[in-house]
Nanobody, 124 residues
Framework: QVQLVESGGGLVQAGGSLRLSCAAS????????VGWFRQAPGKEREFVAG????????WYADSVKGRFTVSRDNTKNTVYLQMNSLKPEDTAVYYC?????????????????WGQGTQVTASS
């Protein structure tokens, strides 16, 4: 089993920044990629960013490119999502998930373990 716990969410004004963390315990990430997703009220869960096990490959949704940065520290079993220049449309519950492969995919079904989510609210 793998347990993923997100933290770092909160309420910020538009233009502000937050840094989310995703800490793994149990069997940890086991050389897998990790993805970040978000879900706003009334909307489907969407892919935000992903990072390979080594950190050498990174993917971003077009909506966050240039504003969000994903990184990982495998010695701490933790993946991060630095979010800058937040917009009201970034407001959502953010989830991290472990990929079933070494490559992150935008398809939710490619992930086998999920965290409980952390709320991010960017007010206008």
């Amino acid at each position: 089993q793998v347990q993923l716990v997100e933290s770092g969410g909160g309420l910020v004004q538009a233009g502000g920044s937050l840094r989310l963390s995703c800490a793994a315990s149990g069997r940890t990430f086991s050389s897998r990629a990790v993805g970040w997703f978000r879900q706003a009220p009334g909307k489907e869960r969407e892919f935000v960013a992903g990072i390979s096990w080594s950190g050498g490959m990174i993917w971003y949704a077009d909506s966050v490119k240039g504003r969000f940065t994903v990184s990982r520290d495998n010695t701490k079993n933790t993946v991060y999502l630095q979010m800058n220049s937040l917009k009201p449309e970034d407001t959502a519950v953010y989830y991290c998930a472990r990929s079933q492969d070494a490559i992150a995919t935008s398809n939710m079904h490619g992930y086998d373990y999920w965290g409980q989510g952390t709320q991010v609210t960017a007010s206008s």
